[in-house]
């Protein structure tokens, strides 16, 4: 609640020229955006980010907002009248947005008196205006809009955003590169801290300490630990680890605005039969989407083929609506974009991320997770992370652990047991 | 985001008194003759949600349908592979789960006579939520309602104070650890993560800024349980003249948060010491309710008149956008008593607790479902 006005309006213009690889990158972006909205006839787009969705004001500003509600309104025109501008609902975002210099104008925006939106927006005169996040658009602002533009069609412009983002320039894969080592280091992070008796959150705030030291601006990560019941994954629990548990994992950490997922698994001790059953199976689906991988297959294509692999050996129904159809998604400044799934004929093209996992339930060891992100490339997958696809385990606190203390580094031992076969995994 | 310990204690909050809070949104209901009452959530925003039921939408979006009589439900868009886990850490035993809320609401309102439904907050649905929902719903009245939960939200309850307190100790420490260190940014982040989460809060967020001088602002917002405490402190600031000032105004600002005052009071207070702020400083002091600390107050009026509440935790700040582009802010979160305001994330209010967090003693405590508690008292 504001209990007295600013002394001076809550304005900020555009930092010094950008850096070139910067500056190629905006045209770029602006570029594709414009095409995109000539073929939706589009005479302007405005990009609302709620606070948990902020990859389209992001792909505009490159900004780290923390705002409740941001803008970036984007005029169909290139001419110098036409300003590219970002609104937050939070002051201190001006001078991250100046920082980053993406933008003409940027202003802080009253969620109640929109106008530092609305009348920029007024002077386009547009008939026809594309909503990013329409769906998700508060009727406080939505009917502001209107207010403003009573003889403008309002549309969504969510699934062109989508589109538009797809596709991941050098520059872009550059920096998922550098979400990539993260992580790997997340990963390690989980593994080394893995004992009897450490409740799962600790885990994650072990992880959290972890990846923000290494520049990491978010995080999004699901947990779960026990035996072969766990049927899913949340936010941790008071659990204690126990020995024999399996712990699996979500880690999915943002830098420079860039989501990306590793899907892993461990066993807090030596692993059981079972369990070395469970990851050849889940492996071997991870492969079979990835020779699935190659620019002009649709999502179905990766979903099917890595179902496949479950059902020859007798585990489909895990596969289904009862359990977890979705087997990866796409990744960018979205965590979650285009989702692999059977039925989702979207195609994938060249330079798409995203993550391959078929993590599901199935009795073998309860809920498996395992997956990498991938880039498609004409000459199939590229692994973006490095961590290797295994079991891991941890010893610490177990009696394999403490014959091994003398030689061996706690935690993240590597996985000594033999294969157990794809074909008892049925 | 919200990836922390989610947990359902009865000796934090007791059993009647997650009743009650329901009970007093039906009773609103009955007075304004709505049938059936739907409280919008997302992970970023769901705090009306978790105040009644302690219900966490760690991702995607929710409704909770609360009827004049009888139990909630909650609608969401989650999978019902999570269902166990919500009714284990919530109150709500009927959960259902779908793609668009209008088809759950619908399924709701089988067997039902058509009636009023009220929409908790109606200017902040998402407005296609809305629409859904009235074609979804034929034959029924959908009328907008005024923020009732959030009403009853602003003055905490004495168990909810007793948790404030000790949220306040937890993010007071890491704020005045993560700025009183030589460190780096994404250490100072790392710090506070790490004891935040690490004393079991839901969630945290930790935002830096560059100030100027070499300065930096450590803002740290944490979410334990349901409730919300924030402070911001300035690292590497001690030795300039508009840090001190800005620590001055705030202090300032703080000493006047008694029952009845308003955000213009506050200013006022703190006036002196902002004018002494350099030339060309964009300076502002605003009070934000721990009931809207998840959106920092953003969606709320911004009036300068509403009176501090007796009881209410609010969090004040004095914040600066520098000349030369910088910015700082420095905040606490302030129970305000009839006695004047308590500071609950002053530095060295960890040390005036019973015990320090588990994260920075080493210790670990264990609640009746196995959760720490950061200020080291059992459940037992």
Same mark, same amino acid.
């Given at each position: 609640m504001t209990s007295a006005p600013s002394r001076t309006p809550g304005t900020a213009s555009r930092a010094p020229a950008l850096d070139p690889a910067d500056a190629a990158e905006r045209a770029l972006r602006h570029q594709k955006v414009r095409d995109a909205m000539a073929e939706e006839g589009l005479d302007a787009l405005i990009a609302f980010a709620p606070g948990w969705r902020r990859e389209n004001v992001r792909y505009f500003t490159d900004a780290r907002l923390t705002g409740t509600a941001s803008f970036v309104l984007f005029p169909a025109s290139g001419s110098a009248s036409a300003e590219v501008c970002a609104f937050s609902t939070r002051r201190a975002d001006l001078p991250a947005l100046r920082a980053a210099g993406w933008v003409d104008h940027a202003a802080v925006l009253d969620a109640h008196d929109p106008s530092a939106l609305t009348e920029p927006l007024r002077d386009l005169r547009p008939r026809r205006v594309g909503v990013a996040h329409l769906e998700l658009l508060p009727g406080l602002l939505a009917e502001a809009l209107r207010r403003a533009l009573p003889d403008a069609e309002l549309v969504s412009a969510s699934a062109l955003m989508d589109r538009v983002r797809m596709v991941k320039s050098d520059w872009e894969l550059a920096r998922m590169r550098r979400s990539a080592a993260v992580c790997a280091a997340g990963w390690q992070a989980f593994v080394d801290v893995l004992e009897p008796g450490l409740p799962e959150y600790r885990i994650v705030a072990e992880v959290e300490a972890e990846i923000k030291r290494l520049g990491a601006e978010d995080n999004f990560m699901l947990i779960a630990s026990g035996g072969d019941e766990v049927r899913g994954m949340t936010a941790p629990t008071p659990r204690s680890l126990e020995a024999g548990d399996m712990v699996r994992t979500e880690l999915t950490p943002q830098m420079d605005g860039y989501w990306l997922q590793i899907c892993r698994s461990a066993v807090v001790g030596p692993p059981s039969d079972g369990q070395r059953r469970s990851f050849d199976l889940f492996n071997e689906s991870v492969e079979a989407g990835m020779a699935a991988t190659?620019?002009?297959?649709?999502?179905?294509? /990766?979903? $099917?083929?890595?179902?496949? /692999?479950? &059902?020859? *050996?007798? *585990?489909?129904? *895990?596969? !289904?609506? $009862?359990?977890t159809r979705v087997r990866g998604h796409g990744h960018g400044l979205h965590l979650d974009e285009t989702p692999i799934i059977e039925g989702n004929e979207t195609v994938l093209p060249e330079n798409a991320v995203f993550i391959i996992h078929p993590n599901t339930y199935t009795p073998l060891a309860g809920y498996h997770v395992l997956?990498?992100?991938? &880039? /498609? !490339?004409?000459?199939?997958?590229? /692994?973006l992370i490095a961590t290797e696809r295994k079991l891991f385990h941890s010893d610490k606190g177990s009696s394999a652990g403490r014959a091994g203390a003398a030689g061996a580094p706690a935690g993240a031992a590597e996985e000594p047991g033999t294969p157990s076969g794809k074909e008892s995994a049925a | 985001m919200k990836r922390g310990l989610v947990v359902l204690d009865p000796d934090e909050v007791p059993t009647e008194e997650w009743?009650? &809070?329901?009970?007093?949104?039906?009773? &609103?209901l009955a007075d304004e003759r709505v049938d059936l009452a739907l409280v919008y959530g997302d992970v970023f925003a769901?705090?009306?949600?978790? *105040?009644? !039921?302690?219900l966490c939408i760690y991702w995607n979006e929710g409704v909770l349908a609360v009827p004049a009589d009888g139990e909630p439900v909650f609608l969401t868009k989650l999978s019902p592979r999570v269902h166990p886990w919500m009714r284990r850490v919530s109150t709500v035993s009927r959960i259902e789960s779908g793609r668009q809320f209008g088809a759950l609401a619908a399924k709701l309102a089988e067997g039902r006579e058509a009636g009023t439904v009220g929409l908790v907050d109606a200017p902040l649905w998402p407005e296609p939520v809305v629409a859904e929902l009235r074609a979804a719903l034929p034959g029924w009245e959908l009328r907008e309602l005024p923020g009732l939960v959030r009403e009853r939200r602003a003055v905490p309850s004495p168990a909810e104070v007793a948790l404030l307190r000790t949220a306040a100790r937890v993010v007071g420490e890491a704020a005045d650890t993560a700025a009183g260190a030589v460190l780096g940014t994404q250490d100072r982040v790392a710090t506070v993560e790490r004891i935040v989460r690490g004393a079991g809060f839901l969630d945290v967020q930790v935002n830096t800024a560059d100030a100027t001088d070499g300065a930096e602002c450590v803002q740290v917002t944490g979410q334990y349980r349901t409730l919300w405490v924030h402070a911001s402190r300035i690292a590497g600031g001690a030795g300039t003249d508009w840090a001190g000032t800005l620590q001055d105004a705030l202090d300032r600002a703080v000493a006047a948060a008694r029952p009845g005052a308003t955000g213009a009071d506050l200013a006022a207070a703190a006036g002196p010491a902002l004018d002494r702020l350099p030339a060309g400083t964009d300076a502002q002091v605003t009070w934000v309710g721990q009931t809207d600390l998840a959106s920092a107050g953003e969606y709320r009026p911004a009036t300068a008149d509403t009176p501090l509440a007796a009881g209410a935790a609010v969090a004040v700040t004095v914040d600066a956008l520098l000349p030369g582009g910088g910015y700082a802010a420095l905040a606490d979160t302030v129970l305000v008593t009839a006695d004047g305001p308590e500071r609950l994330t002053a530095a060295g209010s960890a040390a005036d607790g019973e015990a320090a967090t588990p994260a920075a003693s080493g210790h670990d405590t264990t609640s009746t479902n196995g959760a720490a508690r950061p200020d080291g008292r059992s459940a037992q």
């Open positions: 190659r620019p002009g297959v649709t999502a179905h294509d /990766v979903a $099917k083929a890595q179902n496949d /692999v479950f &059902r020859k *050996y007798g *585990y489909g129904e *895990y596969c !289904t609506s $009862k359990y997956g990498d992100p991938v &880039r /498609v !490339t004409k000459d199939g997958p590229e /692994v | 009743a009650e &809070r329901v009970g007093g949104l039906q009773s &609103r769901s705090d009306d949600i978790a *105040y009644l !039921t302690n």
